[in-house]
């Protein structure tokens, strides 16, 4: 067998192993939107959920989504913009900046549950802020890091050297250099990083199930008293997200339409996740195709 021929069956080998893995993917998309999407409805997007009755919504699930992932965005993201800039900018080549990178390393490949059971004993027992909104961001803050601050460390260091060059010639210096140089030039891809960790945010369930609470107190939205259990802003209250939400649906069994709302539900989340991702794209592609045509 000569090497064009071998290379041709190695290459429609894998092309076979993408194109299967492909069409499970598909397949396992299309059976959950399928059967979720016609339980979708304005009612069901907006309405609270009921226990035991039937013709409940994610109302409050998926306002808790997106408020859980605003919160920890701002706190993880600040901290891991930081982190990146001084690996890539500012760290040199030693033994403390390898146990770093080491440390990040481990955390990004730490189960979500591990992470959740230390949210647990760490901020809902020890710091006291029991089945929170703080405490599953502050959870979630360490699921994020690592793979937001390896993001943004890549991002920076894929900006050209005669960037950097170019703004110390022109008698910046090196902070300024950083700031009003290579982190727009790096833009891009920090923002699409940023978006693409949301939706792994946005769907994660396990380490909330001991931080954020399994339960989602019903919210006045007139009322914006921080302090407040019901108001949504609240950042003390429990907060069952959607995620959340379906784990419990699949658990509990005490909702008589439970599967018909979980099906919603799940619908609802995959739609999520796949704009985050799509959105992330087109945002990248955008952002680029600004910067180069500039």
């Given at each position: 067998m000569n090497a064009k021929r071998s290379d041709k069956i190695a290459t429609g080998v894998l092309y076979g192993i993408s194109a299967t893995i492909v069409l499970i993917l598909a397949a396992l998309l299309l059976y959950i939107l399928a059967r979720g999407l016609p339980h979708i409805?304005?009612?069901?997007?907006?309405?609270?959920?009921?226990?035991?009755q039937e013709g409940g919504g994610i109302g409050i699930q998926l306002f808790n989504s997106f408020y859980?992932?605003?919160?920890?965005?701002?706190?993880?993201?600040?901290?891991?913009?930081?982190?990146?800039?001084?690996?890539?900018?500012?760290?040199?080549?030693?033994?403390?900046?390898?146990?770093?990178?080491?440390?990040?390393?481990?955390?990004?490949?730490l189960p979500s549950v591990v992470v959740g059971?230390?949210?647990?004993?760490?901020?809902?027992?020890?710091?006291?802020?029991?089945?929170?909104?703080?405490?599953?961001?502050?959870?979630?803050?360490?699921?994020?890091?690592?793979?937001?601050t390896r993001n943004v460390e890549e991002s920076l260091q894929a900006v050209h050297y005669t960037q950097r060059e170019a703004g110390l010639a022109l008698g910046l210096s090196r902070w300024e250099t950083v700031l009003r140089i290579v982190v727009p030039e790096a833009t891009p891809g920090i923002l699409t990083g940023v978006i693409l960790s949301s939706g792994r945010i946005f769907g994660e369930a396990a380490a909330l199930i001991y931080t954020a609470g399994q339960s989602a107190p019903a919210l006045d939205f007139t009322n914006w008293n921080p302090l407040s259990v019901s108001s949504p802003i609240s950042i003390f209250r429990q907060a069952e997200t959607l995620a959340v939400h379906i784990w419990k649906i699949n658990t509990e069994g005490t909702?008589?339409?439970?599967?018909?709302?979980?099906?919603?539900?799940?619908?609802?989340?995959?739609?999520?996740?796949?704009?985050?991702?799509?959105?992330?794209?087109?945002?990248?592609?955008?952002?680029?195709?600004?910067?180069?045509?500039?």
């Open positions: 409805s304005w009612e069901f997007l907006t309405q609270p959920s009921r226990a035991y859980l992932l605003f919160i920890t965005m701002l706190i993880s993201f600040p901290i891991s913009l930081g982190a990146g800039i001084y690996l890539s900018e500012y760290a040199k080549k030693n033994w403390v900046t390898d146990i770093i990178r080491t440390s990040i390393e481990i955390l990004s490949s059971l230390f949210g647990f004993l760490v901020f809902v027992i020890q710091f006291g802020y029991g089945f929170s909104i703080i405490s599953g961001a502050l959870a979630l803050t360490f699921f994020n890091l690592p793979l937001l909702m008589p339409d439970g599967a018909a709302v979980s099906a919603g539900a799940s619908a609802v989340l995959i739609i999520a996740v796949l704009l985050f991702n799509f959105g992330a794209r087109a945002v990248g592609k955008r952002l680029y195709k600004k910067m180069t045509s500039a």
